[in-house]
């Protein structure tokens, strides 16, 4: 696996990498689980070559707390890359990405104001920002990104069809942990009774109940609930369990 630490390194080989060669992008923020691993092995399957990016990304992080905490875990991340056989990685430096005076931002003033948007002002801003400067920086004919984070998903598939960008994204299922708890990197933060609590709201959502009981049952199992809500044919949750905030949705029951 060839490591880019450097935008520029990356984009002379970028540049060199024959046209007759598919390339596939995963971003994430580092602190790898079998989710992400599962995004990069559907590039791998669907694509000649496969690019990751680990990019803790300042501007989506309306909490300058929750961005301190976010793990950390370079070592082991490129471990994980190696024996999914990833061809390239790409970790760019913050004042890469953000140099300073620049005041360039990527809005949307619709979907990224509902759920998750509400209560983390300027978060959809700053993914929308950092995506598309790693869409033009990759180049890729496809890029993956997981249903766990399904509004996100829906606000680039969006960006990337408004602004006529090349790049074909796709859509990867939520994958779980065998409780129903959906994996992701701040579950690592979670004490045991946390974990027992993050997977009673797993299930209670996608159980058939109205959303006016499930927030009933989770502030009796001492849940803080942020949201719950149905949008269509969708459910949507986010909850706060030991100061963490995890989110979760589903097809309606
Ligand atoms: P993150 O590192 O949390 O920003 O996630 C990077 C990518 O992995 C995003 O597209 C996420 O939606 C996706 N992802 C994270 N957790 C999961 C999961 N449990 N199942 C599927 N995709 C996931």
Redesign the pocket.
């Known amino acids: 696996m060839k490591v880019y630490n450097d935008i520029n390194a990356w984009l002379s080989m970028r540049k060199e990498l024959s046209t007759h060669l598919s390339l596939g992008v ?11 691993l ?2 990069m092995r559907q590039s791998k399957q669907e694509n000649d070559r496969t690019l990751v990016t680990i990019f803790v990304n300042p501007t989506q992080f309306d909490n300058k707390n929750d961005l301190q905490k976010y793990p950390k875990t370079w070592e082991s991340d490129c471990d994980l890359l190696q024996q999914v056989e990833i061809d390239y990685l790409l970790a760019p430096r913050v004042s890469h990405i953000y140099p300073a005076h620049d005041y360039f931002y990527m809005n949307e003033n619709h979907f990224s104001q509902q759920l998750c948007g509400l209560s983390r002002p300027n978060h959809f801003q700053g993914v929308l920002t950092i995506v598309l400067k790693l869409l033009n920086l990759a180049q890729a004919q496809r890029a ?6 399904y509004q ?2 829906k606000l680039i598939q969006k960006m990337t069809q408004c602004f006529f960008l090349p790049t074909q994204i796709i859509l ?5 942990d065998p409780d129903g708890l ?4 701040r579950n690592t933060r979670l004490s045991e009774t946390g974990r027992e609590k993050a997977t009673f709201f797993a299930r209670l959502l996608k159980t058939e109940k109205s959303v006016l009981n499930m927030k009933h049952q989770l502030e009796l199992e001492g849940i803080q609930v942020d949201y719950l809500e149905e949008i269509g044919q969708h459910r949507f949750g986010a909850v706060w369990i030991e100061d963490i905030r995890l989110i979760d949705n589903c097809a309606k029951p």
Not at 144 to 149: A, C, H
Not at 172 to 176: L, N
Not at 182 to 185: I, N, R, Y
């Open positions: 995963v971003m994430t923020m580092g602190a790898l689980h079998e989710g992400h599962s995004l993956y990104f997981g249903e766990k984070d996100q998903a990867h299922p939520t994958i779980r959906a994996l992701s990197s």
